[in-house]
């Protein structure tokens, strides 16, 4: 099994996109533009295994610009030594939609850890919305997650992540661990956020009530950008309505965003509050309604 201490996730997958040595070629790269009449458009894009892009789609009749793009994995999830990049950049004044088409699994390990790195560029006056299906954490799983989103001037995004777990009413037979580090930073790299946890399944101190107790599904979503902090009174008010988790919502460091937490005990609450706080947030700071996107 790997290590349990905080040695176990050092330095070795930061990679080029997190350290800012330039920028190797990722397993998955998108770059959207803006076309002369104001709709997005994919100007390149680029697939290798495991992943598979699909063609833009225009779903939003209250934001017809915006392209919704899904990518899909055609293998069976994630296993031990694997190493994932993902890239997406919006260049200045597009609005793009990303989203995976299904969960995806973590699979049990005898020995290391999956890691998927996420980097996105998100230039002047553009809009992201980046909203992962959540990872499936099996026994003896562990996963490290980085993010990286960079936000020029003007620039807004909504970015969601989650977790669940394959086995919650099992401590023997619980994921290893999960590792999540989240960075906001400008265009000029200066760092406005870092939000870094990690969280061992076998730890049953967890599951004690005023913990975790029974409720091993969790989500996060970023709401980044200029004025943000208008959404705040908003967010916390659908939180008190939803059913079937714990969540709550603060302000970012630097002015930079919000972040939201979630709790759930199964996940098809965990997903119906991501997919609650996506739609609200987008209304509330872009005045836009949200399409739900078919998986």
């Not at 973590?106 to 850890?113: A, C, F, R, S, V």
């Not at 998927?116 to 809009?127: F, K, Q, S, Y």
């Not at 990286?148 to 037979?173: C, F, N, Q, W």
């Not at 309505?241 to 609450?269: K, M, Q």
Request: one cysteine or more.
């Amino acid at each position: 099994m790997m290590p349990c201490s905080s040695d176990a996730y050092s330095n070795e997958f930061l990679g080029p996109e997190m350290t800012g040595r330039g920028t190797p070629k990722a397993d998955a790269e998108i770059t959207f533009r803006c076309d002369g009449n104001g709709a997005t458009f994919v100007a390149r894009q680029y697939a290798s295994y495991p992943y598979h892009l699909t063609r833009p789609f225009y779903l939003d009749e209250q934001w017809p610009q915006m392209a919704t793009m899904y990518l899909t994995s055609i293998s069976g999830g994630l296993v031990q030594a694997d190493r994932i990049a993902c890239h997406v950049e919006v260049e200045s004044g597009a609005a793009a939609h990303v989203t995976d088409s299904a969960a995806a699994k973590i699979h049990t390990m005898d020995e290391d850890k999956a890691c998927l790195t996420v980097a996105l560029d998100i230039h002047d006056n553009a809009h992201l919305e980046y909203i992962a299906e959540p990872a499936i954490l099996f026994p003896r799983s562990s996963l490290e997650l980085r993010t990286r989103i960079t936000l020029g001037k003007g620039a807004s995004a909504i970015y969601a992540e989650s977790y669940l777990t394959h086995a919650p009413e099992s401590v023997t037979d619980c994921f290893d661990q999960f590792f999540s580090e989240l960075s906001v930073r400008d265009a000029g790299g200066q760092l406005n956020a870092l939000d870094r946890f990690r969280i061992k399944g076998g730890n049953s101190v967890l599951r004690t009530p005023g913990i975790l107790n029974k409720a091993f599904a969790q989500g996060m979503v970023y709401i980044l950008g200029p004025d943000t902090s208008r959404a705040l009174d908003g967010i916390r008010h659908l939180l008190d309505t939803l059913e079937g988790i714990y969540g709550g919502v603060s302000t970012l460091p630097n002015s930079c965003g919000l972040c939201t937490r979630v709790l759930a005990t199964d996940g098809d609450s965990l997903r119906k509050a991501i997919a609650a706080i996506w739609t609200r947030a987008r209304l509330l700071t872009k005045g836009i309604s949200a399409v739900s996107r078919r998986k």
